[in-house]
């Protein structure tokens, strides 16, 4: 992790002079308030307190919960479609998906992106960039989810349960893995 002696955390390619002084115990990630580092803790320990009125769905935070709610409100839906969306910039990026629109192109090998944060991630292909660095061992990442699903090898998580027997997997992947090759005929690799 690249900490400022100011408590900056530069580890994300971020660089701002905001002071972060919570920061937590699992990953070390930084933030500037304590209320922040709460709701981020909750992604470590699956709490999931705020549950949507309208159908069974939990959330970690208060304003995630809300920001669901606007699905069911109807506020931002799709005129082509139908579809409900979070919130007037969902609902845009999702337009993009009937207008075939990618306005993010990519100044190396001209591929276009239908948003900025798809552009940034691909981008990291050609520069090699691995932001977010493990703080347990020398591995690093150019994608948060992925150093996400890499901690589970040192916490022993395993939080992907298998619905027809008693095994628990690290990745969704190695659940569906199991899934195919123990309860099914299907092996499309034989």
Known sequence: MNVEANGTDTTDGRHDDKPRPYWCNV????FAQRRLLNIHERMHTRERPFQCTQCDKYYSS???RDRHMNIHTGEY????????CQSGSE???????HSGEKPFECT???KRFTTSDSLVKHSR??????PYKCHLCDKAFSVS?????????HTGEKPYKCSLCDKSFSQSSSLQTHKRQVHSN?????
């Open 91 to 97: 609902l845009a990026v999702h337009r993009r998906s």
């Open 145 to 153: 989810g992925t150093l996400n699903d890499h901690m589970r090898v």
């Open 108 to 110: 190396v090998c001209n």
């Open 125 to 130: 292909i050609h520069s090699g960039q691995k």
């Open 186 to 190: 299907s092996r499309p690799h034989e």
């Open 27 to 30: 990953c070390h990630k930084r």
């Open 62 to 64: 208060q304003s995630t």
């Open 77 to 84: 839906k799709c005129t082509d479609c139908g579809k409900c």
